[in-house]
């Protein structure tokens, strides 16, 4: 902890990190004990939506940025897109796209609609109940392993 305060301290960039963090009290510590400008900590590891709601208000209050990491599939983005958008988080978000290999359909392959940015690359979000996304069933069925 110690070396991320110096780094951001006597750093000339903002320092992003906490995507391994895996409890929620770490990640208040880490907002809290100056590790970070913008903390992100991640939805499916650390403590879900209202896990993590609370601290990406309080980043909000001490002037850290909070973003929650998002490499994952396309119900994680959907997950940390509610997250953000929930609790006033910043107005960007880590977006795990890295084709050919893993673009936005193989990210999201379980979801009935991709989730992708326009052309001006906004994001946006369903009002659909729960996470906004719908899971496809039917290609779950087929991709199955026993």
Not at 39 to 47: F, H, M, P, T
Not at 80 to 86: H, I, K, P, R
């Amino acid at each position: 902890y110690e070396g991320l305060k110096r780094l951001r301290r006597e750093g000339r960039i903002p320092i992003a990190g906490g995507e391994l963090t895996r409890e929620v009290h770490e990640s208040r510590f880490l907002a809290d004990d100056g590790c970070y400008d913008v903390l992100q900590s991640d939805v499916a590891l650390a403590g879900g939506i209202s896990g993590l709601a609370p601290i990406a208000r309080h980043c909000h209050d001490i002037g850290v940025t909070f973003t929650p990491h998002t490499w994952g599939n396309g119900i994680m983005v959907a997950a940390a897109l509610q997250l953000t958008v929930g609790t006033g988080g910043a107005p960007y978000i880590e977006f795990p796209c890295d084709p050919p290999w893993f673009g936005n359909a193989e990210r999201d392959f379980m979801l009935a609609e991709v989730i992708a940015p326009d052309k001006n690359g906004v994001l946006h979000l369903s009002d659909a109940p729960g996470l906004g996304v719908e899971v496809d069933e039917e290609r779950l069925r087929r991709t199955r392993m026993s």
